[in-house]
């Protein structure tokens, strides 16, 4: 059963026919069902904001693989995903990756993937892994017999690079076969999806020789805090979470993941039940990106809908001088002034809006013809454009 057989529409991104189809769903739903179907809206909205790109089907997939796993788990109650060779038995497929019978031709390269796995600090590096293939006087001749081979291993061997999956995959062309996979090898396919999906990519280059930390444990939490990102599972990504930055709190990646991933929930995760982690990461974000506008706004829109307001205004101030072309910045200081009642406060950011509003929008079209990033300055002067039709309202 996958998302849309529950909301009973066909694969869609259109919010509106999503949501047009919940609450006609939600009114003839019996109630132990309700759950289901608020997880098949939500997966489907989450799913539906995904920006179409050549690789964005692997987000997708993995959404919908996730409710699948969701619906088995909670309402078909059947066993977990397996291997399709293991389904007699009911064996692991991690298990099954470590046991299988391998020629010794394969036992050869396992031991060699193995070896350069083994040193941290080789593993991580490219090269390595490339020169394994160049090097190798069996491979080009035997590169098919190797292919299970190679899968079992990245099965178990899961705390690596993005970089390095690429690799094999550029040799198999596993994504292009991905249909296939998931009907044949639906845990490879969906560690697949996850390691080559260029949404958070796992990059471990940060990490120093002189660092003293459980590396293993640290990666292995980092990637399950991505996953269940990637799965749209908020407390998986909260107790993954917690387990990595008791480990390790420097790496910024980790609080990308967990920061990207609650700006896009519900407010009534990302502002209250997962709120401490959503706000922790958001100060590690600004602290560590000082210079980057990114983060300043998502933390003051936080400190605002938590009623922080004097704390949202230094976010929003600081936001300013960083990017003084975006007037949302300054229209949001004084919406929090209307908030409390300080109407004489708001008046002169409403004004300066409107005395810099079509200099700022001059500006702004003029950069669309040499900048590198046009669809944010694009974002930024329809944002302009939808403000100043706010501030004439309010100043009336």
Not at 195 to 213: A, H, I, L, N, Q
Not at 236 to 252: G, K, L, M, P, V
Not at 282 to 299: A, G, M, Q, T, W
Request: net charge negative; charged share 30%.
């Amino acid at each position: 059963m996958n998302m849309w057989e529950i909301l009973n529409i066909e694969k869609t991104k259109d919010e509106s026919a999503i949501k047009s189809a919940f609450t006609k769903m939600r009114g003839n739903i019996q109630s132990q069902d309700a759950r289901i179907l608020s997880i098949a809206y939500e997966m489907a909205v989450r799913r539906a904001k995904i920006k179409d790109t050549a690789e964005s089907y692997k987000e997708e997939m993995l959404l919908e693989m996730a409710f699948v796993r969701y619906w088995k788990k909670h309402i078909a109650k059947t066993a977990p995903e397996l291997d399709t060779n293991a389904a007699n038995n009911g064996a692991d497929l991690t298990v099954i990756a470590a046991n299988r019978t391998r020629t010794a031709m394969g036992n050869e390269f396992f031991a060699q993937m193995q070896k350069v796995y083994d040193n941290f600090f080789i593993r991580r590096e490219l090269i390595n892994w490339q020169s394994l293939i160049q090097q190798n006087a069996s491979w080009n001749t035997n590169k098919g017999e190797l292919e299970q081979v190679i899968q079992d291993f990245l099965i178990l061997h899961r705390n690596l690079p993005s970089e390095v999956w690429m690799v094999f995959d550029e040799e198999y062309g596993w994504n292009s076969r991905i249909k296939e996979l998931t009907e044949t090898n639906v845990d490879f396919a969906r560690a697949l999806l996850a390691e080559t999906c260029p949404r958070w990519p796992m990059d471990y280059s940060f990490v120093k020789r002189e660092y003293g930390f459980d590396f293993e444990n640290y990666f292995k939490y980092r990637r399950l805090t991505r996953d269940a990102a990637l799965d749209n599972d908020s407390e998986q990504a909260r107790t993954n979470f917690d387990c990595a930055i008791d480990i390790y709190t420097s790496d910024s990646t980790l609080y990308e993941i967990v920061a990207d991933f609650y700006s896009s929930q519900p407010a009534f995760n990302k502002y209250g039940e997962f709120g401490p982690e959503f706000l922790h990461a958001l100060n590690k974000l600004v602290k560590i990106h000082f210079d980057d506008n990114k983060y300043l706004p998502e933390r003051a829109e936080y400190y605002k809908r938590c009623e922080y307001y004097d704390e949202a205004r230094d976010d929003y101030e600081t936001a300013m001088k960083l990017s003084p072309e975006n007037l949302r910045l300054p229209f949001e200081i004084a919406d929090m002034f209307n908030l409390q009642n300080m109407s004489g406060k708001a008046k002169p950011y409403l004004k300066y809006i409107k005395k810099i509003y079509e200099k700022t929008q001059q500006t702004l079209e003029k950069q669309l013809g040499t900048a590198a990033d046009r669809e944010k300055i694009s974002a930024i002067i329809d944002s302009n454009d939808h403000v100043i039709g706010e501030v004439f309202d309010m100043l009336k």
